[in-house]
């Protein structure tokens, strides 16, 4: 079945700082791929999104590439601010399954000025 | 607009009590979805509607019950619930298959307490 792997928090950075968090999945066919933000006692929002193949998602200064010759996801941002302090999911949704997410298990984040 | 509301925004019950959640889009999405997220984890699947009829049911159990009275509103009675169902419960919407991407758009969730 699907599933997403993402890194291990928390992931504690500086302010201005780069920011990487590993986003690996498996599907079957050709999955969308999401990255959602939550912040403390909110919802999901979502972050950016790539539908195909070498796309690129971003929005806020967050970016990732679909890159499916490493089934991989994952968010850069280069320089972090303490409002980003957040749990970060990378998820899926498999082109047969449209309607199933798959989520990892979330990574936080904490930035400190 | 990409806006989902939920209300209430915090719920206490007691185990003999029955409330609603009520969740409202007005995005023209014709899916509609149910998840129990508990503190530190993913958030997991309850329901789905699509076209107002419920098409998937995460075996979730019965004091849970899920209506669609609308294509905007969806709506979670709950009955005789166990400590235990205390979470955050949120609601998400999409576009339906064919009318392109079909990311969820989430709302802020009802944080749920069963005493």
């Known amino acids: 079945g699907d599933s997403v792997t993402q890194m291990e928090g928390p992931v504690t950075l500086s302010e201005e700082a780069f920011l990487t968090i590993n986003c690996t999945y498996t599907a079957t066919g050709y999955p969308s791929l999401f990255w959602y933000v939550q912040y403390p006692g909110e919802g999901l929002q979502l972050l950016l999104k790539?539908?195909?193949?070498?796309d690129k998602g971003s929005n806020k200064g967050f970016e990732a590439t679909y890159r499916k010759e490493t089934t991989s996801f994952h968010l850069e941002k280069g320089s972090v601010q303490v409002s980003d302090s957040a749990v970060y999911f990378c998820?899926?949704?498999?082109?047969?399954?449209?309607?199933?997410?798959?989520f990892g298990t979330g990574t936080k984040l904490q930035v400190i000025p | 607009d990409t806006e989902v509301t939920q209300t209430p925004k915090h719920l206490v019950m007691g185990m003999t009590n029955k409330k609603s959640l009520k969740c409202e889009q007005h995005m023209g999405h014709r899916a509609m979805y149910w998840y129990k997220q508990k503190a530190k984890k993913p958030p997991e699947l309850m329901f789905v509607y699509s076209y107002e009829k419920l098409s998937i049911n995460e075996s979730v159990p019965s004091r849970f019950s899920p209506e669609c009275p609308n294509s905007s509103l969806l709506n979670l009675h709950l009955h005789a619930l166990q400590p235990e169902d205390s979470a955050l419960y949120l609601c998400?919407?999409?576009?339906?298959?064919?009318?392109?991407?079909?990311?969820?758009?989430f709302g802020p969730g009802t944080r749920l307490t069963v005493t």
């Open positions: 790539a539908t195909k193949a070498d």
């Open positions: 998820a899926l949704s498999s082109s047969g399954g449209y309607q199933k997410v798959t």
């Open positions: 998400a919407s999409s576009q339906e298959k064919g009318a392109g991407s079909y990311e969820q758009y």
